[in-house]
């Protein structure tokens, strides 16, 4: 799985002129990486992820995954089958419970399974260490670092190689955070996920593989971890 942006731009419409938040950004995600994206409050880091989810469209260039664009791919179908999407607010369905909240975006995913949708849900929350007595409570009562691991487990029930993540341990604190974090790295070591996180977080972005900083409408690279 290789996901690619292509000379990739955006811009707002800013009175009558347009005003760039990046342009010609080249960048290559891969399996098996676990990916941090900083920069200052407005440089783009959820316009690029909005992007990369395909919740909007680029204004110029294009995403391309395994070498097709996403366009040709069909936005939907990309961000049902290809993606999982992790919030800071976890956006959980509250009156739901925690495996119901999972079979949810099961129902709408191609993702076919063998077992019971009920039964994959369960796995997936024990995968990140949810057991089925919290897995069978309405999520409004579990707490926050249970919740996003929840989130996480939701993201992964279309059987995705790529989680998307904006922030997710914005509402935690430092030690639930490490929590979420070391669930992100198991599933890049052990699963051979992409693992792509928006953080303000300057320690928390030295857990990952590469970080990108993006500044005044580009971005520098830093690699910890050679990629083949
Ligand atoms: N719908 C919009 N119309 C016009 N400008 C917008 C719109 N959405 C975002 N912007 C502007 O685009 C820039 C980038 O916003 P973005 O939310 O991507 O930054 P960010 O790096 O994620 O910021 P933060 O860390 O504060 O969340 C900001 O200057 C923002 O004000």
Not at 132 to 142: D, F, G, P, Y
Not at 163 to 176: C, K, M, S, V, W
Request: charged letters at 25%; proline letters at 1%; hydrophobic letters at 40%.
């Amino acid at each position: 799985m290789t996901l690619q942006t292509k000379e990739l731009g955006y811009y707002y419409l800013d009175g009558s002129k347009n005003r760039y938040i990046f342009q010609d950004l080249n960048l290559t995600f891969e399996k098996g990486v676990f990916y941090s994206i900083l920069g200052k409050s407005g440089s783009g880091k959820t316009t690029l992820l909005s992007l990369l989810s395909a919740l909007d469209s680029p204004k110029e260039g294009e995403i391309l995954l395994d070498g097709i664009s996403l366009k040709v791919m069909g936005l939907a179908s990309y961000r049902r089958n290809k993606i999982g999407i992790v919030f800071q607010n976890f956006n959980l369905i509250p009156y739901m419970t925690a495996v119901e909240n999972v079979m949810v975006v099961m129902s709408v995913t191609d993702n076919q399974s063998n077992v019971s949708a009920k039964e994959y849900a369960l796995n997936l929350l024990k995968s990140v260490e949810i057991d089925q007595t919290t897995a069978e409570r309405l999520v409004s009562n579990l707490s926050g670092g249970e919740q996003q691991r929840v989130a996480i487990a939701r993201s992964l029930a279309t059987n995705c190689d790529i989680i998307i993540a904006d922030e997710p341990t914005g509402n935690l604190d430092d030690d639930t955070a490490v929590g979420v974090i070391d669930i992100f790295r198991k599933l890049v070591d052990e699963e051979n996920k992409c693992v792509i996180m928006v953080t303000h977080s300057q320690e928390i972005a030295t857990k990952t593989d590469i970080i990108m900083y993006l500044n005044k409408g580009s971005i520098n690279i830093l690699k910890k971890k050679e990629v083949v």
